[in-house]
């Protein structure tokens, strides 16, 4: 490799291939586009940008028929027929199939939000949550069900709605055979199984396996301390 850039010391065996990198560092983007006048410093990325005006998706995949734009998002939903998840968290070992997906899960370790609803200040891990956030403050339901028109926020939610319909329950409890539409529901089942109770009451530290257990517990406090005020102002009304 006999032609080394000055910037970043990285070789090139042809002159054309270190003046196409140079480009990088001086910024220089020569090709444009005809359409939205977007510019590009590749003529091949010039090539791959104009699919998204003509349509075309060169790229198809055997199994299922899927067309793709880019020859890298066929290989990343390749995948999705292998199996292959070749980028592991070295925090829980979990794998996922593509490198974004494992930046947006690290997240849920480094605790890190940084995407800031303008409303209500409620922060999110990841854009496309927010997105869906935003709707509920627009009323904004564009997702409906073709069975009873009832609309929804999000996919996810429309997508668990419909099996209401279909009566399908993917969640299958290992103990007990039970099966739930929905994993939390399950999750929450297996506390049944497990005994845990990770919900605690600070008042009296009793413990409960379910949220709403607690919440109708916390009244049994609040009813009490009513109570107690109560009989505090009778008392000061004989007294006086």
């Known amino acids: 490799k006999r032609y080394k850039c000055e910037k970043c010391s990285r070789q090139f065996g042809q002159l054309d291939h270190l003046k196409v990198h140079m480009r990088t560092h001086t910024g220089e983007k020569p090709y444009g586009c005809g359409v939205c006048n977007r510019q590009f410093s590749h003529l091949s990325a010039l090539k791959t940008h104009m699919r998204t005006h003509t349509g075309e998706k060169p790229y198809k995949c055997e199994e299922c028929s899927r067309q793709f734009r880019h020859l890298g998002n066929l290989k990343?939903?390749?995948?999705?027929?292998?199996?292959?998840?070749?980028?592991?968290?070295?925090?829980?070992?979990?794998q996922f199939s593509r490198l974004g997906v494992l930046k947006?899960?690290?997240?849920?370790?480094?605790?890190?939000?940084?995407?800031?609803?303008?409303?209500?200040?409620?922060?999110?891990?990841?854009?496309?949550n927010l997105k869906t956030h935003m709707r509920t403050h627009a009323g904004e339901k564009p997702y409906k069900c073709e069975?009873?028109?009832?609309?929804f926020v999000a996919l996810g939610a429309l997508k668990i709605h419909i099996r209401t319909h279909t009566g399908e329950k993917p969640y299958n409890c290992e103990e007990c055979s039970r099966q739930f539409r929905q994993l939390g529901v399950l999750k929450r089942h297996m506390l049944?199984?497990?005994?845990?109770?990770?919900?605690?009451?600070?008042e009296?530290?009793?413990?409960?396996?379910?949220i709403g257990s607690l919440k109708s517990h916390l009244?049994?406090?609040t009813g009490k301390r009513k109570?107690?005020?109560?009989m505090r102002s009778a008392a000061s009304s004989s007294v006086g």
């Open 76 to 94: 990343n939903h390749m995948r999705a027929h292998t199996g292959e998840k070749p980028y592991r968290c070295e925090e829980c070992s979990r």
């Open 104 to 128: 947006n899960h690290m997240q849920t370790h480094t605790g890190e939000k940084p995407f800031r609803c303008e409303e209500c200040n409620r922060q999110f891990s990841q854009q496309c």
């Open 147 to 151: 069975e009873c028109s009832r609309h």
């Open 192 to 202: 049944t199984h497990t005994g845990e109770k990770p919900y605690k009451c600070e």
């Open 204 to 210: 009296c530290s009793r413990q409960f396996s379910r």
């Open 219 to 221: 009244r049994t406090h």
């Open 227 to 230: 109570n107690h005020a109560s």
